[in-house]
């Protein structure tokens, strides 16, 4: 199978996935690194892993449908068969979803459905949740809601900063979302309605 990973900005998880393949953990090809953004510097860990880059802008194109009609054809031409949003910061459209029907991962940075969203790990420290974590789940067509893959919590301690606490949840997505990414490529996820169901290998 091939994939691509969708990332906007850092792409430490990408790294994590990158290494997931080399490790032959992850027994997928990972084809293209798409992004929105030119100054990504995901683009710049795929380049220096020779792996295929692609980054098309919002802004030369009229509607988001044609923006998103306009990555699906790209990625069709490479004979994707799933993708991997790591730090991808804008909603798929409907049209996008449908394209690639349960054959979407995402990862986000708290216990979903709790704290949805961009800022998944500023707003569950602001509340002041004593327990936060990471959530792997299938893209559907309403944000930060598909059917969860793999879940980890993350405790919040009395001396926790923001900074603390956003090593602490990276450090858990890196491992976790190449895990599920590797249990998806090995066929071992079955999807009955919200729940996910991880077969053995
Ligand atoms: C991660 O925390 C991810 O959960 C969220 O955006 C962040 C991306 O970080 N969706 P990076 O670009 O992978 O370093």
Do not use: W
Request: hydrophobic share 40%.
């Amino acid at each position: 199978m091939k994939f691509a990973v969708f990332a906007s900005g850092q792409g430490s998880n990408l790294q994590a996935i990158i290494e997931a393949v080399q490790r032959g953990e992850i027994k997928a090809e990972l084809a293209v690194v798409f992004s929105d953004n030119r100054k990504a510097h995901a683009l710049k860990r795929a380049q220096e892993a020779g792996i295929k880059t692609l980054c098309l802008c919002r802004k030369d194109y009229a509607t988001k449908q044609s923006y998103d009609r306009s990555i699906v054809i790209h990625l069709k031409e490479e004979g994707i068969d799933f993708i991997a949003l790591a730090g991808y910061m804008r909603i798929l459209t409907p049209f996008f979803v449908k394209e690639f029907p349960k054959r979407i991962l995402n990862v986000h940075p708290s216990l979903l459905p709790s704290f949805k969203g961009a800022e998944g790990i500023k707003d569950s420290f602001t509340y002041g949740v004593k327990v936060t974590g990471v959530t792997i789940h299938f893209v559907d067509e309403k944000m930060d809601h598909g059917p969860i893959i793999l879940q980890e919590a993350v405790k919040v301690s009395e001396e926790e900063t923001l900074e603390s606490l956003t090593e602490k949840i990276h450090k858990v997505e890196h491992r976790l979302y190449p895990k599920a990414i590797a249990l998806f490529a090995d066929g071992r996820l079955k999807i009955k309605g919200r729940k996910v169901e991880i077969l053995n290998g």
